[in-house]
C-alpha cells in the first residue's frame, strides 16, 4: 500500500509553546488529509478534513485556532498545536486519500507530551 | 446515525482459535467498510475492506461477513495467532463527498499461545 509518513513519531513540549506535526504522503498525491486524534485505549476521534488548497473543515468542538492546519500541497499537511496545555497531550494521526481511491492510508502517529 | 458500534471491547483467544468481531451501523448511505489493525503506539493499518454489494470478502485468514439489511459487518480471524494480538477497529464511510471514515469503539484481542 502506499506510504504516509508522519514526523515527528513523539515529541515533548513545554505548556505554553507551540508545535508543529507534520504528514507526508510520500508515493501518491493527497487530494484529501485527516487528522485524528486518539486517547489511550479509545478509538480515532476524527479532528478535521483538508483538501489540499482549501482550509480544512473541523468537526464539532474542535477548535480550529488553537488546531491549526494546512494542507498547501499535494504531499504535505501540518497540524499546529498552539498554546499547548497538559491536556492537549495526546496521540495524534493523519491519514491521506489519493483521487478516486477508496482507501485511506495512515501515519505512524505523534505522541505529544505537554509539560 | 453517525455511529458505528463494534463490539465486543475486548477478546481473548486461544492460539489457532477463531477470532469474531462485529460491527454495526444505521445510516444507510455508508458504503465502504474497512476493518483496520492498530498495534500500541503505530498508527492504524488497512486489513481488509468491502462494499455493500459483496456479502463476504476473503483475504489470507482473514474475512469480513456483510449483511446490507441487518446492517451488520463482522470480521472473522480464522488460525489466531499470538502475532495477532492487537485493537482492531471497524469504519464505514460514504465514498461520495469528504469521504470520511467513522470508526468504531476498538477491539483489543488478545490470542494466547
Known amino acids: 500500500g502506499a506510504v504516509v509518513s508522519q514526523h515527528p513519531s513523539r515529541v515533548i513540549c513545554k505548556s505554553g509553546t507551540s508545535v508543529k506535526i507534520e504528514c507526508r504522503s510520500l508515493?501518491?498525491?493527497?487530494?484529501?488529509m485527516f487528522w485524528y486524534r486518539q486517547f489511550p485505549k479509545q478509538s480515532l476521534m476524527l479532528m478535521a478534513t483538508?483538501?489540499?488548497?482549501?482550509?480544512?473543515?473541523?468537526e464539532q468542538g474542535v477548535e480550529k485556532d488553537k488546531f491549526l492546519i494546512n494542507h498547501a500541497s499535494l504531499t504535505l499537511s501540518t497540524l499546529t498545536v498552539t498554546s499547548a496545555h497538559p491536556e492537549d497531550s495526546s496521540f495524534y494521526i493523519c491519514?491521506?486519500?489519493?483521487?478516486?481511491?477508496?482507501?485511506?492510508?495512515f501515519g505512524q502517529g505523534t505522541r505529544l507530551t505537554v509539560v | 446515525q453517525q455511529q458505528v458500534k463494534q463490539s465486543p471491547q475486548s477478546l481473548i483467544v486461544q492460539k489457532g482459535g477463531i477470532s469474531i468481531i462485529n460491527c454495526a451501523y444505521e445510516?444507510?448511505?455508508?458504503?465502504?467498510f474497512p476493518w483496520y489493525q492498530q498495534f500500541p503506539g503505530k498508527g492504524p493499518a488497512l486489513l481488509i475492506a468491502?462494499?455493500?454489494?459483496?456479502s463476504e470478502k476473503k483475504e489470507g485468514r482473514f474475512t469480513i461477513s456483510f449483511n446490507k439489511s441487518a446492517k451488520q459487518f463482522s470480521l472473522h480471524i480464522m488460525d489466531s495467532q499470538p502475532g495477532d494480538s492487537a485493537t482492531y477497529f471497524c469504519?464505514?464511510?460514504?465514498?461520495?463527498?469528504?469521504?470520511?471514515?467513522?470508526f468504531g469503539t476498538g477491539t483489543r484481542l488478545k490470542v494466547l499461545a
Open positions: 445510516n444507510t448511505a455508508f458504503d465502504y
Open positions: 468491502i462494499r455493500p454489494d459483496v
Open positions: 469504519a464505514a464511510s460514504i465514498t461520495s463527498g469528504t469521504y470520511k471514515y467513522i
Open positions: 508515493d501518491f498525491q493527497a487530494t484529501t
Open positions: 491519514s491521506a486519500r489519493g483521487p478516486g481511491n477508496t482507501e485511506a492510508f
Open positions: 483538508s483538501n489540499e488548497g482549501s482550509k480544512a473543515t473541523y
